[in-house]
């Protein structure tokens, strides 16, 4: 990655470390604010990256195809079946 891309990615996240924080679930103990406030800064910098996020990985094993967050900001269905997807990349 980039030193420029580097930058930017952080400042996303920390313009986004705020809102996690404040939107966090207040009955938990602090231990599992943090872990929770971690796994979403986690998500959230693979779905701009453009990969999974971990609950995507979880759904692409269980349902034996292509699932990732990405695809439903780009129009396209949440899960993706394998075949289709290779079709789709021999195509470009």
Do not use: W
């Not at 971690?38 to 269980?62: F, P, Q, V």
């Amino acid at each position: 990655m980039r030193l420029k891309e580097a930058k930017s990615l952080l400042i996303r996240l920390l313009l986004v470390l705020p809102l996690v924080l404040v939107a966090g679930c207040a009955f938990l103990p602090l231990p599992l604010q943090i872990a929770s406030s971690g796994k979403t800064l986690y998500d959230t910098a693979r779905i701009i990256e453009n990969k999974k996020t971990i609950n995507d990985e979880l759904a692409s094993m269980m349902y034996e195809q292509n699932c990732k967050t990405r695809n439903i900001f780009e129009g396209r269905a949440y899960c993706i079946d394998l075949h289709i997807l290779q079709a789709e990349n021999l195509e470009y």
